[in-house]
Each structure stands twice: as structure tokens, then as C-alpha cells.
């Protein structure tokens, strides 16, 4: 999942991500928007357990005190609206990719996905992964508001990619799963190129799940 590593999108109408660079994010947006963003990041480097608030308000550039403010519900809350804020980020990534690609097709879509990580990984390393992979991980069994939160997320990002799967003439019955497909499949890539320390695991996806895809579309709106 894209979560917005480095971009102007701190809040909503603005994210897992997701890597892929981007503009420095400006100082533009308030303390509780930055929180949300600063959390995700955190949260995709070390997990929710080793995220703590006093963390994430030294790297959002908020004041300590604007935490119980803005948060009453503590870590928890944070943590929840980090996720559902992710899922939100990459559902609108979509969009993106898809008014950039030069020729449409789902394989074209889904190499667009990895090639963000790839780019990611290559400079700047292996730390950071999705931060919704990490919080389900890491609370799925302890907080039953964040397991909503993380399966939200990935539904809200599973919608935009089975509408353009749709687009390309994927039969609409059929898509809901094949985004899922996709989905699962770069997740579980992203675990395995961290593992190993290398783009491997990205660029066999991209390229081996590619036909696949593009076998699934009838042709129809490939425009």
C-alpha cells in the first residue's frame, strides 16, 4: 500500500503506502493532520508497538500537548485514523497511475504499484513497508478497532482499483477479486523484498502476474 512517504498529502483531500518520493511534504496543514501522517510513517517503519506518541508528535513538529487534544482516545485513535488515512491515500493513488500511463492496461496498472516500492527501495533501502500490513501484524489480535481499521483500508483501496480493472474490460463480477489479487500479491512482495534485501521479489510480480491480468480483459474501454 502507498502511504505518502515524503508528499504534500498530510491530510484529507490531500494515502501505506505508499513509497514513490514526491515533493518534500510543506508545512501547510495543521498539527492533527500532521500527527495522522506522521504516524502512518512511523507506524510503516516500526510497527505500532514501537511507535510511541511522544515519537510522532517530534516528527509531525507538533506540540506534545496537542495529543490529548486532538486525540482524547490516545494511542489507539492515532493509530486507527493512521490506517484508515493510508487506505484513503492509496485508494486516490490509483487515479494517478492511471493518468500517467501511456498505454492502459492492467499489467501496465499493476507495474506501476510495484515500480513506486521499487524506486523506494533502491534509494533508500529496506526499512519501511505498508504501514496497514504492520498494524495488522501487530494488533489484529489486541485491538479490535484497529483490525476494522486495516480491513477498511484495504477495502477502501480494493474499490478504485476494481473500478479501473472494470475500465479495462475486466468483467465487473470478476474484478472485486482480481483487485484483491493484485493487492495481496504486492503485499506479500513487499514482506519478501524486505526479507531479502532486494527489488527481486517486486520485479518478479510485476512481470509474472502481468499476462495474467491483461487475460482477464475482454478489450472493451482500453482507451
Given at each position: 500500500m502507498?502511504?505518502?512517504r515524503g508528499t504534500a498529502e498530510a491530510g484529507d483531500g490531500k494515502g501505506t503506502g505508499e513509497g514513490d518520493g514526491g515533493a518534500p511534504r510543506p508545512r501547510t496543514y495543521g498539527p492533527r493532520e500532521r500527527m495522522v501522517f506522521s504516524a502512518a510513517q512511523l507506524i510503516r517503519r516500526d510497527g505500532v508497538n514501537a511507535t510511541g506518541m511522544r515519537e510522532?508528535?517530534?516528527h509531525a513538529g507538533a506540540p506534545r500537548g496537542s495529543l490529548q487534544h486532538y486525540f482524547p482516545g490516545g494511542k489507539q485513535q492515532l493509530v486507527d485514523e493512521a490506517v484508515a488515512w493510508s487506505g484513503r491515500y492509496a485508494a486516490r493513488r490509483i487515479g494517478r497511475f492511471l493518468a500517467a500511463l501511456p498505454e492502459p492496461s492492467p499489467s501496465a496498472l499493476f507495474a506501476a504499484m510495484v515500480g513506486q516500492w521499487i524506486r523506494e527501495y533502491e534509494t533508500e533501502g529496506f526499512g519501511a513497508g505498508c504501514?496497514?500490513?504492520?498494524?495488522t501484524v501487530d494488533c489484529a489480535q489486541s485491538a479490535e478497532?484497529?483490525?476494522?481499521?486495516a480491513a477498511g483500508a484495504f477495502a477502501t483501496w480494493n474499490?478504485?482499483?476494481a473500478d479501473a480493472l472494470t475500465g479495462f474490460g475486466v468483467p465487473a463480477a470478476q474484478a472485486p477479486a482480481l483487485a484483491l489479487l493484485m493487492i495481496s500479491t504486492l503485499e506479500g512482495a513487499l514482506l519478501i523484498a524486505r526479507?531479502?534485501?532486494s527489488t527481486a521479489p517486486l520485479e518478479t510480480v510485476a512481470r509474472e502476474l502481468g499476462p495474467l491480468l491483461d487475460g482477464c480483459a475482454t478489450g472493451r474501454d482500453r482507451t
Open positions: 502507498d502511504a505518502g510522532v508528535a517530534v504501514p496497514v500490513a504492520a498494524a478497532s484497529t483490525r476494522r481499521s474499490a478504485p482499483l526479507a531479502e534485501g
